[in-house]
């Protein structure tokens, strides 16, 4: 929080800090002046993160996806927004924003987001839904496009081999159904499943499940995101794990991009990839099957109305086009959040049309139908003073950068390829807009 002469500014630092819910405040410029506790919390970030960078370079989103710079260029609130987004640490994060614009003597200066944190909430609503009822099969997992065929075609076959297996794929793919289709489908119905969630697993747990591992002779393992440990955590699990290894004791892992770009770049320890490697199942996002999207939606709206007695069986014309249309940058869980949505607020709907679908991904998409997106992302307000040059071309090249390896799935050599540069330069590149 930038200081200020006040007398009274310690009682609201303390204030702002000590708030149960996030606020993040944005001047002009879409430079951040307010970030408290909280929102450090939700975030994952810290103000020296945040300080001197706009926030199109912090997370995962366009422009026109940000209520923060929505509000900052049309000067007119946002409320109930609900947004589910990446950082830059890669986790997942879904929060309700309530967005206002700032004004000095009648002139625009920023906007403040108040921010309520249901990352947890979404997350407890939907997998006791799922894990509660029945068992986990290939069969549930939705299957049309040929890309996904082969995926269950390889998942069998590690079934009958029981090695360590690994699965590759973004955030919202669908790694945990998988991991539990593939132990449902090799093991008998009282062996437990265990689920090491490695974004906040600390060396305690671990030893926790090394305890585990002596009380129990068969069971499922899948550690979830094995590349978010520290190189130390790595290290331990993977000791751990060398000495359980014995018959009806399956080992199941996951990360979220290709393992060697995390070997190269000392996010995953290469030993621990080599142990979950014997069996390797890349599952692709669903930007490249989306054959598989109506289907999803079909057998998600059945689901529900077997359950609940939903009146929801389909979707329009135009919903259809924009869903095929939209990238799903947090895939099929992005869409099962926002199925999530529509279905609690429907009533006598048959059909979700355009008008029922949430205010959130409506901005986001609003262009998408008519015209192309518009490469301005980094200009915080076209139509006001030009910012220095200097500053211009840095954000200019933090961008392209940005958006051309968000096109090639964050592929460091498939990046430098398009841009005709070599991958150290990227690199290092890359690297300094990190700092």
């Given at each position: 929080m930038v200081q200020y002469d006040n007398p009274y500014f310690p009682f609201y630092q303390f204030a702002v800090n000590h708030a149960g819910v996030g606020i993040h405040a944005i001047d002009q410029t879409g430079r951040t002046i307010i970030?408290?506790?909280?929102?450090?919390?939700?975030?994952?970030?810290?103000?020296?993160?945040?300080?001197?960078?706009?926030?199109?370079?912090?997370?995962?989103?366009?422009?026109e996806e940000s209520t923060l710079l929505k509000v900052l260029q049309s000067g007119k609130e946002q409320l109930n927004v609900k947004q589910t987004y990446w950082n830059r640490n890669g986790n997942e994060i879904t929060t309700i924003n309530d967005t206002f614009p700032i004004f000095s003597e009648g002139t625009l200066i920023g906007a403040v987001e108040i921010a309520r944190d249901v990352t947890a909430l979404e997350k407890f609503i939907f997998h006791p839904l799922r894990k509660n009822s029945t068992p986990v099969t290939f069969n549930q997992i939705v299957a049309n496009s040929d890309a996904m065929k082969a995926v269950i075609t390889t998942a069998r076959k590690a079934c009958s081999a029981k090695l360590p297996i690994l699965l590759i794929g973004e955030t919202g793919?669908?790694?945990?159904?998988?991991?539990?289709?593939?132990?449902?489908?090799?093991?008998?119905?009282?062996?437990?499943?265990?689920?090491?969630?490695?974004?906040?697993?600390d060396s305690e747990m671990i030893e926790k499940l090394a305890h585990e591992f002596d009380e129990a002779d068969q069971f499922t393992l899948f550690c979830e995101r094995i590349d978010l440990l520290s190189m130390g955590l790595q290290q331990k699990l993977l000791s751990i794990l060398s000495d359980a290894e014995k018959d009806g004791r399956q080992f199941i892992a996951s990360i979220?991009?290709?393992?060697?770009?995390?070997?190269?770049?000392?996010?995953?320890?290469?030993?621990?990839?080599?142990?979950?490697?014997?069996?390797?199942?890349?599952?692709?996002?669903?930007?490249?099957?989306?054959?598989?999207?109506?289907?999803?939606?079909?057998?998600?709206?059945?689901?529900?109305?077997?359950?609940?007695?939903?009146?929801?069986?389909?979707?329009?014309?135009?919903?259809?086009?924009?869903?095929?249309?939209?990238?799903?940058?947090?895939?099929?869980?992005e869409l099962e959040f926002l199925l999530d949505e529509i279905s609690s607020l429907a009533t006598m709907d048959t059909v979700i049309t355009y008008e029922m679908l949430p205010l959130h991904f409506?901005?986001?998409?609003?262009?998408?139908?008519?015209?192309?997106?518009?490469?301005?992302?980094?200009?915080?307000?076209?139509?006001?003073?030009?910012?220095?040059?200097?500053?211009?071309?840095?954000?200019?090249?933090?961008?392209?950068?940005?958006?051309?390896?968000?096109?090639?799935?964050?592929?460091?050599?498939k990046t430098a390829n398009a841009l005709g540069m070599s991958r150290q330069n990227l690199q290092y590149r890359l690297r300094k807009i990190k700092k």
């Amino acid at each position: 929080m930038v200081q200020y002469d006040n007398p009274y500014f310690p009682f609201y630092q303390f204030a702002v800090n000590h708030a149960g819910v996030g606020i993040h405040a944005i001047d002009q410029t879409g430079r951040t002046i307010i970030y408290n506790d909280k929102m450090k919390e939700i975030e994952g970030l810290d103000l020296d993160d945040v300080g001197d960078r706009s926030i199109l370079e912090l997370f995962s989103f366009e422009q026109e996806e940000s209520t923060l710079l929505k509000v900052l260029q049309s000067g007119k609130e946002q409320l109930n927004v609900k947004q589910t987004y990446w950082n830059r640490n890669g986790n997942e994060i879904t929060t309700i924003n309530d967005t206002f614009p700032i004004f000095s003597e009648g002139t625009l200066i920023g906007a403040v987001e108040i921010a309520r944190d249901v990352t947890a909430l979404e997350k407890f609503i939907f997998h006791p839904l799922r894990k509660n009822s029945t068992p986990v099969t290939f069969n549930q997992i939705v299957a049309n496009s040929d890309a996904m065929k082969a995926v269950i075609t390889t998942a069998r076959k590690a079934c009958s081999a029981k090695l360590p297996i690994l699965l590759i794929g973004e955030t919202g793919t669908g790694k945990d159904l998988l991991a539990e289709s593939i132990h449902n489908e090799s093991s008998s119905t009282d062996t437990p499943f265990y689920t090491l969630f490695c974004h906040s697993t600390d060396s305690e747990m671990i030893e926790k499940l090394a305890h585990e591992f002596d009380e129990a002779d068969q069971f499922t393992l899948f550690c979830e995101r094995i590349d978010l440990l520290s190189m130390g955590l790595q290290q331990k699990l993977l000791s751990i794990l060398s000495d359980a290894e014995k018959d009806g004791r399956q080992f199941i892992a996951s990360i979220g991009e290709d393992p060697v770009e995390l070997i190269s770049r000392g996010t995953l320890l290469k030993d621990l990839y080599y142990f979950f490697a014997s069996f390797t199942i890349r599952i692709p996002p669903v930007r490249k099957r989306k054959e598989d999207i109506m289907p999803f939606i079909d057998a998600y709206l059945t689901k529900r109305k077997e359950r609940f007695g939903y009146s929801l069986e389909g979707v329009s014309e135009e919903v259809e086009q924009l869903f095929l249309l939209y990238d799903w940058p947090g895939n099929l869980r992005e869409l099962e959040f926002l199925l999530d949505e529509i279905s609690s607020l429907a009533t006598m709907d048959t059909v979700i049309t355009y008008e029922m679908l949430p205010l959130h991904f409506r901005i986001k998409t609003d262009d998408m139908m008519n015209k192309p997106v518009q490469a301005v992302d980094f200009i915080v307000q076209p139509n006001k003073d030009l910012m220095p040059l200097d500053q211009f071309l840095r954000e200019a090249e933090e961008y392209y950068l940005l958006k051309a390896m968000k096109l090639h799935d964050d592929n460091i050599t498939k990046t430098a390829n398009a841009l005709g540069m070599s991958r150290q330069n990227l690199q290092y590149r890359l690297r300094k807009i990190k700092k």
